[in-house]
C-alpha cells in the first residue's frame, strides 16, 4: 500500500477511536432516567451545529439569518418532548399510539417551516441569494428540510424503542460507513460516483451493505430491537431487513452531502474533526437513517 495512503488511513482510525469513545459516552448519558430529553437536546445541538456549516456553505439560503434556522431546529426537536415526555408533556386523553405519533410528525413538519417564517419576518431579512450561487427552489428545500428535521428523529426512536434501539440505529448507521472505508482502500478498484463521490468504491458500497445486514441480524440476535410484544416477537428477518435499509439510508445520506458539497465547492463541510471533516461529515449517514427508522421501526417491530 502507498505509504501516503497508509498513513492517512492510520490518522483517520485514531481519530475514529477518539469519536467512537466520545459516542460511547453520549449513549450512555441517554441511557440515564430521562434519557429522552438529553437525546433530544443533543439532537438540537449537533442540528444546530450541522446547520451553522451548510449555511456557510450557502444551504438553504447564503445571505438568510442563522437564527432563525436554529429556531427551527429548537420546534422540529422539542415537540417530540412538548408532545411526549411524561413530566411536562401534553397528554390528552383518548389521544396515544399511532395517532399521536402521526401528529406529532405533523406539527414537526408544517411547524419548523413556520417557525423559520416567522423568525425571518421579524429579523426583517429576506432569504436571497449571492450572484452565482442560486439553487433551484426545489433544491433549496430539500437542503432546508435535510438540515432541519432529520436528527429529531433520534429522539422517537429513543423514546418508544428505549437505548437498545437508538444503539442500534447509531450502530447500523456508522459501521457501514467504517467497512466501507476500510474494504474500499484496501480492495476498491472501481469508483460508480466519480463526479460526486470520487473516493467512494465499488467493494466499499457492497461491503458496507453486507456489514449492514450482519450487524442487523446481530443487532436482533442482541436483543437490541425490543419488540412491542413477547408474543408476536419479529424474527431475524426483520433484523435483516433493518440493517440492510438503514445501510442503504446511510449511503445515501453521505453520497446527498457529497452533493452539496461539490454545488458549494468544498472537499469537507468543516474542519472540527481534523481528517474526519466536519460535524455534517459526521453526521451525514444519520440525516436519512434517522427519519427512515423512526417512520419504518415502530411498524417493523411493532411498537404501538
Known sequence: MDPIKAQKIRKRTLVGAGLAAVLAGLLWLAGLPGGERTVALLAAVLAGL????????????????????????????????????????????????LPRYAATWLAMLLGAPLVYGIAQAVRASSPTIEEGKSIAGFQRAQAWVWLVVPLAC??????????????????????????????GS?????????RLSPGKTTAGCVGSLLSGIGFGIGCQAWGWFPPGSELAAPGYWAG???????NLAAQ??????S?????????????????????????????????????TWPFLFRWF
Not at 428505549?162 to 460507513?177: C, F, N, T, Y
Not at 484496501?186 to 466519480?194: M, V
Request: hydrophobic share 50%; glycine share 14%.
Open 240 to 246: 435483516a431487513v433493518a440493517g440492510a435499509s438503514i
Open 50 to 97: 450541522g446547520a451553522l456549516e451548510g449555511h456557510r456553505m450557502g444551504l438553504p439560503f447564503r445571505n438568510s439569518r442563522w437564527l432563525p434556522m436554529c429556531l427551527a431546529i429548537v420546534w422540529a426537536t422539542g415537540i417530540w418532548p412538548l408532545l411526549w415526555d411524561p413530566v411536562w408533556g401534553v397528554d390528552w386523553p383518548g389521544w396515544q399510539g
Open 252 to 257: 445515501a445520506g453521505d453520497l446527498y452531502e
Open 186 to 194: 484496501l480492495l476498491g478498484r472501481s469508483h460508480p460516483f466519480p
Open 154 to 183: 433520534l429522539y422517537p426512536t429513543r423514546l418508544l424503542g428505549g437505548l437498545p434501539a437508538l444503539m442500534a440505529l447509531v450502530v447500523l448507521s456508522k459501521v457501514g460507513d467504517i467497512a466501507g472505508y476500510y474494504v
Open 259 to 295: 452533493f452539496w458539497k461539490r454545488k458549494a465547492g468544498v472537499k469537507d463541510s468543516g474542519t472540527w474533526f481534523g481528517p474526519s471533516g466536519g460535524m455534517l461529515d459526521l453526521v451525514d449517514s444519520l440525516l436519512f437513517s434517522a427519519p427512515l427508522a423512526a417512520l
